[in-house]
């Protein structure tokens, strides 16, 4: 079955950095986009950055970019996310996601586009 599992979340200061993982299993990198998503509590889920990691591309939420860095080692089955800078309004749960290749760029930050999601890790970020 699809399984998206994430870690690597905790508890770091403002401007510190932490590396979330997801590792996949149940499905091939080459079928999918693999997104990272947050939620803080009382708001939206947001799109915070894809990858179409046959191909290489990625893109990211206006919130991260410059900031965060979404990578993939195929082989592994496993995306990562590298957040640097990290500011208190990062806080939230992280959850990677998996999308149909065939979804338009302009979608991919979308919740809606993504049909398997992970359990979820918190990560904090104190002031």
């Known amino acids: 079955e699809v399984q998206l599992v994430e870690s690597g979340g905790g508890l770091v200061q403002a401007g510190g950095s932490l590396r979330l993982s997801c590792a996949a299993s149940?499905?091939?990198?080459?079928?999918?986009?693999i997104g990272w998503f947050r939620q803080a509590p009382g708001k939206e889920r947001e799109g915070v950055s894809c990858?179409?990691?046959?191909?290489?591309?990625?893109y990211y939420g206006h919130s991260v970019k410059g900031r965060f860095t979404i990578s993939s080692d195929n082989a592994k089955n496993t995306v990562y996310l590298q957040m640097n800078s990290l500011k208190p309004e990062d806080t939230a749960v992280y959850y990677c996601?998996?999308?149909?290749?065939?979804?338009?760029?302009?979608?991919?930050?979308?919740?809606?586009?993504?049909?398997?999601w992970g359990q979820g890790t918190q990560v904090t970020v104190s002031s």
């Open positions: 149940g499905f091939s990198f080459g079928d999918y986009v």
């Open positions: 996601a998996a999308a149909p290749v065939y979804y338009p760029d302009v979608y991919l930050l979308e919740v809606s586009s993504y049909d398997y």
């Open positions: 990858i179409r990691a046959t191909e290489g591309a990625t």
